[in-house]
């Protein structure tokens, strides 16, 4: 009797995402130019991997906008202008107030603000030090899990999926500007008024205000354009924002 040899189960999911976090660190940091090309056989021999995973890899990539399919065939690095950086800032903004407004509407339940009165704690803790150093890795890690909070909150995995995919761009999500924002002499300060705005968005949210919820996790978005026009304006807080590199600046 002939034995049919067991297939070979390949994992491919984790080495998409291997591939898939070595392209984008790849792009992020400039080793890809933008208007690059970048073709499947070519990041093939560049990171050591097989072509099936690479090929997922750099569809995924398309699709969070870092790069674009070329009718040749094959993918070019994406390059942005100042505008759109501010842009995908703003629809990041729009989409996390427009979860706020949901879940003040829909209501919550009593664990999820539970949990976020425990977040503001511990944001407390580090915002409110008597010392002028601030903990930033810790401040974003936290600042983090209190935006992931309020979207899941809303309880749509509709607006989920769009709000993962707007800060997808590694110089749109919530914390991306932070490190500009810690050279600032004002940042004490301005750490400050954002942890204000974290207390009050929660607070619209359990008494069911979901306009000034809305309005609160917008405006609270304004803090990360004014991190960017001070990175514009300074070649050396541009080299913090994740994604500098792939900034084609206008031509004067």
Not at 12 to 36: H, N, W
Not at 65 to 73: K, R
């Amino acid at each position: 009797m002939t034995r049919v040899a067991a297939p070979v189960i390949e994992k491919s999911p984790s080495q998409t995402l291997k591939a898939q976090l070595l392209l984008r660190d790849l792009i992020v940091q400039g080793a890809l130019k933008p208007g690059e090309r970048v073709s499947e056989l070519q990041m093939v021999d560049r990171l050591g991997m097989s072509r099936t995973p690479i090929r997922a890899a750099l569809v995924r990539l398309e699709q969070e906008d870092l790069l674009e399919a070329l009718p040749s065939g094959g993918f070019a690095v994406k390059a942005f202008s100042e505008r759109d950086f501010a842009e995908a800032i703003e629809i990041r903004g729009t989409l996390e107030g427009l979860a706020a407004r949901l879940a003040a509407e829909r209501g919550v339940r009593p664990a999820q603000l539970r949990e976020a009165r425990a977040l503001l704690a511990e944001l407390d803790t580090v915002v409110r030090r008597e010392t002028i150093e601030i903990d930033v890795s810790l401040y974003v890690e936290l600042n983090a899990r209190f935006h992931a909070l309020v979207i899941a909150m809303a309880g749509s995995t509709a607006l989920a999926r769009q709000i993962e995919r707007a800060s997808a761009l590694p110089f749109a999500s919530p914390s991306a500007l932070v490190p500009v924002q810690t050279r600032s002499p004002e940042s004490h300060h301005i750490l400050t008024i954002a942890q204000d705005q974290h207390r009050c968005v929660i607070a619209a949210i359990e008494r069911r205000e979901g306009s000034r919820a809305e309005a609160i996790m917008r405006e609270h978005a304004r803090i990360a354009h004014r991190n960017l026009e001070r990175a514009f304006a300074d070649q050396r807080d541009l080299a913090l924002v994740p994604g500098a590199a792939l900034i084609r600046r206008a031509e004067v």
